[in-house]
């Protein structure tokens, strides 16, 4: 199977299909943002270098995996003293209720696990990260009951501040001299991850210019969504959205069982080339991150890279 070169590649290993699991995990920041069936049995040992989890909403498919995360990491031959945070939209009711679950289940844990409520627009600091990058949350539409979250990563750089710009090194210099270096430069936040979650079309406004945007993408066409429950995204709107916000990259999940990749893979090509789209669009397909655009990938590679994944456990889990 394809396997497109980009930076993130091999920073992100997930898993999605409408219905049964979503998960996706960032190893850069070791973050997992929601927690489908599965998410411990594909990740093995790696389970216990999850610092933290962003649930986007309490569905069975994206919270599932937990009870058995958690009890891996209370028992399996790993870290077992590493910390834990949650993170959920507050006040919802189905994770409430996993919670009671767990603690009746699971009293005496080996480390600490710490369930944290979260509303939109709030900010979760990464302190591993030197305070230089941080989670803010924003509000989706899913359930009309419960409050769904996307979380953008967002990462503060130091650019020149515009009046400056033209100017040669040795102006700067003088500035500098004379005022300090606050006077030229100033703080800008990079949106270079964004997570929606289940969600019809997320607002443009909320992910404007992330440099890698995870939307669903449960349909190809509005027709598609035959019980009309309009909690989903058509394909044709999620491209849209993305090139409203100005998006780098472009990353679909959470598609129907009923579409073969081939039929995926056709209508993305379609759609990009409809709106002329500027961004790169991948689509998680399972547990493969593909690039509609790229050639055919060789039958064989899946099994080649399953083994060479299962070989790799094997030689972590024997450290
Ligand atoms: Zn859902």
Redesign the pocket.
Known sequence: MTTPQLPLQDQLRGFSRALFSTWIYHRRFNILFDAGEGVATALFNRVFGIRRIFL????A??IAGLVNLINIRNLGAGDQTASLKIYFPKNNRLIDLLREYLSRTQNGLSFDLEWIGVDENEQVWLEDQKSRIFIRTFRTK??NKQL?LGYNVIEIRRRLKDKYHGLGQKQLNEIIWAYGKDEIAEDIEKIIFSYG??SRPIDPDSVRQSMFLCHECTYLSIEDDERNFQ??SHLEEVLEIAAQADVETLLLFHSSLRYSLEVLKEQICLGMQKIKAKFRVLVLYGDHIIDPLAEDFPKNSRKKTREKEFEQVIVEGDQ
């Open positions: 986007s909403h309490g569905h498919d994206h899913h359930s769904s979650g289940d909690q989903h």
